[in-house]
C-alpha cells in the first residue's frame, strides 16, 4: 500500500505543536469544522478545564521495574490505552485519510475506531490497519432503520472489524459546510437526510428524532451481531447501567467532544459516577478533551480502561501523514509513561 512521502516538522516538541502545521495547511472552513464545539463552545472548554483542574500527585520512591502500558481490552492486546478517535472525512486533512491513521494506529501497537463517515471504503481502511498488525474497531450511526443500519454492520463484519461502537449522542451528525466534490462518506449508500415532516410539525422530533435509535433498538442491535458492542455517548450512570443490562460488552463515557449539546457536562466530571455505577462489570473507556500523556493518567486515575484520542491525531495526519500520526501516539505514549513513573503508577491494567 503507497502512501504520500510526508516528513516530520522539525519542530516537534509534543502533540499540541502539530496544531498551528495543521491550521496553516487546512483552508479555515476545514480548521474551523476540526476545532470548533457546538453552540458558544462551553462543553468545549469545560473537557479541558477538567484536566486542567485535576492535579497529579507525584509518589516518588515506588519499585516501577518491568512497568508497561500493555493491556487487553475486549480481547485485542494493545501496547497501550490510547485508541484513536471515530473522526469523519479524514481525506479533508491528509489525501491519505482514514488509511494513514489506521496503519500508524496499528503499527504503534494501538487501533483505528473508524467512523460510519469515513472517506474511504471501509474494507480498504481495515486493509491498512491488518498491515500494521491489529484489526480496527468499527463506529456505527444508526442509518435511520434497522435493515440500513444492518447491512453496513454485515459490512464491517465481513471486512475483519474487531468491535461495534454504535455512537448514540448525535443522532444528527452532518458536516457544517459543503464538502468538496471529492470527499464524501462513501461507505453510505444514501445520504442521511430528515424524515419528511407534515406543515405544521417538528422537524426535529418528527423528522431528525423519528430516525433517532432507541433503546429498543439497541436491544436488537445486540442480537445481531457477535461483535464486541461498545456503547459511545454515556453521561449518565443510568444509562450506564442499562446499556450494561442490555448487554453492551463496553461504555464511551463522552460528549462528542463538545460537538453536539453545549452545556453538556464534562466528560472527564462524568467518569468517576458511572465507573462506579458499573463496578467493574465491563470496561469503560473515556473520549473528549484528552491532549497528552499526562491527560490519559488523570483519566485512568479515575476509572477509565483506555481513552480516545481526537483532534491532536487529525493535526499530525494533517501535517505528515500516517508518519504524523504515530509521532503523535508514540509522543504520549512516552508522556504517559513518564507520568506514571512520576507517580508511581506500574501498569495500565
Known amino acids: 500500500m503507497s502512501m504520500s512521502p510526508d516528513a516530520l516538522p522539525p519542530d516537534i516538541r509534543t502533540a499540541a505543536d502539530y496544531a498551528d502545521h495543521a491550521r496553516r495547511r487546512l483552508e479555515p472552513a476545514v480548521w474551523s469544522y476540526l476545532e470548533a464545539g457546538s453552540g458558544q463552545g462551553?462543553?468545549?472548554?469545560?473537557?479541558r478545564r477538567a484536566f486542567e483542574d485535576l492535579a497529579l500527585v507525584p509518589r516518588p520512591l515506588?519499585?516501577?521495574r518491568g512497568a508497561h502500558t500493555r493491556l487487553t481490552l475486549l480481547g485485542q492486546a494493545l501496547q497501550h490505552p490510547i485508541l484513536l478517535a471515530p473522526i469523519a472525512y479524514q481525506r479533508l486533512f491528509h489525501p491519505d485519510g482514514e488509511r494513514a491513521s489506521a496503519l500508524a494506529a496499528a503499527t504503534q501497537g494501538g487501533t483505528l475506531i473508524v467512523s460510519t463517515l469515513a472517506s474511504q471504503p471501509l474494507e480498504a481502511i481495515a486493509e491498512a490497519s491488518r498491515e500494521g498488525g491489529a484489526a480496527p474497531w468499527f463506529q456505527l450511526y444508526w442509518l435511520g432503520?434497522?435493515?440500513a443500519t444492518l447491512r453496513l454492520v454485515r459490512r464491517a463484519e465481513a471486512a475483519g472489524y474487531a468491535a461495534l461502537v454504535f455512537t448514540v449522542d448525535a443522532p444528527v451528525k452532518q458536516a457544517r459546510f459543503d464538502l468538496p466534490p471529492e470527499v464524501r462518506a462513501v461507505n453510505l449508500e444514501r445520504s442521511?437526510?430528515?424524515a419528511p415532516?407534515?406543515?405544521g410539525a417538528s422537524q426535529v422530533f418528527d423528522g431528525w428524532m423519528a430516525q433517532a435509535p432507541t433503546w429498543a433498538d439497541l436491544a436488537w442491535l445486540r442480537e445481531q451481531t457477535r461483535l464486541p458492542l461498545v456503547l459511545k455517548g454515556v453521561l449518565h450512570p443510568a444509562d450506564a447501567e442499562r446499556a450494561v443490562a442490555l448487554g453492551c460488552d463496553a461504555l464511551v463515557v463522552s460528549n462528542h467532544g463538545g460537538r453536539v449539546l453545549d452545556g453538556a457536562p464534562a466528560s472527564l466530571q462524568a467518569l468517576p459516577a458511572i465507573v462506579e455505577r458499573l463496578a467493574g462489570r465491563v470496561p469503560v473507556l473515556l473520549d473528549s478533551g484528552v491532549r497528552d500523556g499526562a491527560d490519559v493518567l488523570r483519566a485512568?486515575?479515575?476509572g477509565a480502561q483506555a481513552v480516545l484520542l481526537g483532534r491532536p491525531y487529525i493535526?499530525?495526519?494533517t501535517a505528515a501523514g500516517a508518519l504524523g500520526v504515530a509521532h503523535v501516539l508514540r509522543l504520549l505514549r512516552d508522556e504517559l509513561e513518564m507520568s506514571m513513573a512520576l507517580c508511581g503508577w506500574g501498569g495500565v491494567a
Open 42 to 47: 462551553r462543553t468545549l472548554a469545560a473537557n
Open 62 to 64: 515506588a519499585d516501577l
Open 145 to 147: 432503520g434497522r435493515e
Open 192 to 194: 442521511l437526510t430528515p
Open 197 to 199: 415532516v407534515a406543515e
Open 300 to 302: 485512568l486515575q479515575l
Open 315 to 317: 493535526w499530525g495526519l
